[in-house]
Structures are given as C-alpha cells and as structure tokens.
C-alpha cells in the first residue's frame, strides 16, 4: 500500500511500528479472536515476527531503531493482516497453546480452546492419579495441540490423535515431529469413533466442530479463513457432538471421562438433553461451554442420545 508520504520516514522503533499497526487495524475493523483479543497484541505479535523476535522479548527493546529494510518487513506484515483478513497465526503459521509453540495453516484451525488450562493442570480435581492415566483421545485433533499437550502433561500415556481431514492430520504430524512425541501420538484418520473399533481410553477430549449453520454465515471473515469442516455442524450446530455423545460410553473405560467443547452451542445442547447432569466446567482465565461427563453417566443416558 502506498501513502502520501513513506511512513517509514516517520516511524523508527519497534514501539512506533506496534502503536501505527493498531491504529491501522482498528481503522479496518479488523476482528481478534484467534489468540489475541485486542490490535496492540496482534500488532506486537506480527512485528515481533517480521523482525524474528521472540514473543517475549524484554520490554526495552521496543525503544530499539529499526534499520530501513526492517521497516519495509513490518509493514509488509501489517497491511498483509488488513488485506488478507487472515487471523495472524496464519501469515505467521505459529500459534501458541499451553505454553508450547504450533505450526498452522488454513488446513486447521487456529488453536485457542480454553482446555488447554484443563490440560495445564492436568485436569485435576478430576483427575486424582494422573500416573494412572495411560490412554487418551483427541478427538477432531486438528493441527495436534490438544493430543500433543496431552503428550506433555502426561508423559506415561499413550494418546490417539483422530480427524476425518488428512490435510489436518498432516499438520498433526508435522508438530507432532517438532514435540518429538511421536512415541507417545500417534494419529488416526477417522470420522468421529468410525475408525476406532475396540478402542478404549480413561480420557476421550473433542473440541469438535460445534458452529450452527445460521451463525457460521454471520461470523466475521477471519474465521472463514478457517477451514469449515471444523467449524459448522449444522443447523443447531450439535451434529458432531450428538454423534459423539452416541457412543462415547463404548470408548471409555469404566472410570472414564469425556470433556467436550460445545461454545455458544451450550444452550441448545441442554435444551436439547434436559435430564442430562452436563457438568459444566468454569475457568479462571475466560472461556467457557466446556463440558464433562463420566463414563457411568454416558452410560446411563444413553438411550436419551440414541
């Protein structure tokens, strides 16, 4: 883009470039919801990018002067957000979830789940003997994250990574590799439980594609940058996690849990499931339409999902 004037003759340190890129976005009307929630983040994190900086560099350095090509770089990334309405993981191909970096591209969507606090802390109160858990299932793995993190917050366990995407899955593959976990991930092309006969796991989590029909058309553009497939189910957006809560109780063992992400849709799923005791779970850094269910409890209800 061109201006009156070359505004890199007017902005020189890192700060000047952050406080320009937030203006910017906020004159576009951008919209935060793929890691960061406001334009100063999201102009740091692009910045911090262009220049190949970590994400946590030192506060002083902001007053640093960028040289002239470094200029062009940060706001060639700038405008590219503005252009592209593309959440910035993907012009970056980095996201952040519990604490550990991920690649991604638009084959996946960008990871933000507020399970990651429950992985954090190893899912505890429920969860009183986490060396007892020896298998794990995420499923609709997407680029990996939560099967991956599992992987760290569990080091004994043996964890199935399963998407109906093979472009998905080998995304999964590729973090999996840079985790160097893949003794402990292994990834499985299924659709939901189809490609997991006779499987059983102590924790099955999904943060399955939940996004009614009426709303995915309403959503703003940054998340149709995201692939579909992982966001819209239908018109009441319970499509996926019916058919989870279907036959989830024949993948559990018997001291089991499934925790599944439902978002806006937890309404319509108690609606949907009045009699059921959905234990919905709360989070101390935001977030919310998490639920938990024990094996014994899928089992008792479900004749109601059937």
């Known amino acids: 883009m061109s201006y009156p004037e070359d505004i890199t003759e007017h902005l020189t340190t890192l700060r000047d470039y952050v406080r320009w890129g937030a203006s910017r976005f906020n004159h576009a009307g951008l919209f935060f919801g793929h890691g960061t929630d406001n334009p100063i983040d999201e102009a740091v994190a692009l910045t911090l990018h262009a220049l190949h900086l970590p994400h946590n560099l030192p506060g002083g350095y902001f007053d640093c002067v960028l040289t002239p090509n470094e200029r062009t770089e940060v706001v060639g990334m700038l405008e590219r957000r503005i252009a592209e309405r593309k959440p910035a993981a993907y012009l970056t191909n980095e996201a952040w979830f519990c604490g550990l970096p991920f690649y991604v591209d638009e084959r ?54 399963a998407d109906i995407s093979t472009d998905a899955l080998e995304v999964a593959r590729k973090n999996i590799a ?61 499509d996926c996690v019916r058919r989870i809560l279907r036959k989830a109780h024949a993948h559990l063992k018997p001291e089991g849990l499934l925790i599944v992400e439902v978002g806006n849709s937890a309404e319509a799923l108690d609606y949907a499931y009045p009699d059921v005791p959905f234990c919905w779970l709360e989070f101390e850094r935001g977030g919310d339409g998490v639920f938990l269910l024990t094996a014994d409890q899928l089992a008792e209800y479900r004749n109601q999902f059937a």
């Open 178 to 238: 840079t985790h160097d976990v893949g003794d402990q991930v292994s990834t499985v092309c299924s659709d939901l439980f189809d490609g997991l006969e006779g499987k059983r796991y102590d924790l099955i989590i999904s943060n399955p594609p939940y996004v009614n029909s009426e709303e995915w058309r309403g959503l703003p553009q940054e998340y149709h940058a995201e692939p579909r497939l992982g966001l819209e189910s239908g018109k009441s957006g319970l």
């Open 108 to 161: 996946v969507l960008v990871p933000r789940s507020p399970i990651a606090e429950l992985i954090e802390k190893q899912f505890s109160p429920w969860i009183g003997q986490p060396d007892e858990i020896t298998d794990i299932l995420d499923l609709c793995t997407g680029s990996g994250c939560i099967a991956i993190a599992c992987a760290v917050a569990f080091p004994d366990a043996d964890v199935d990574a």
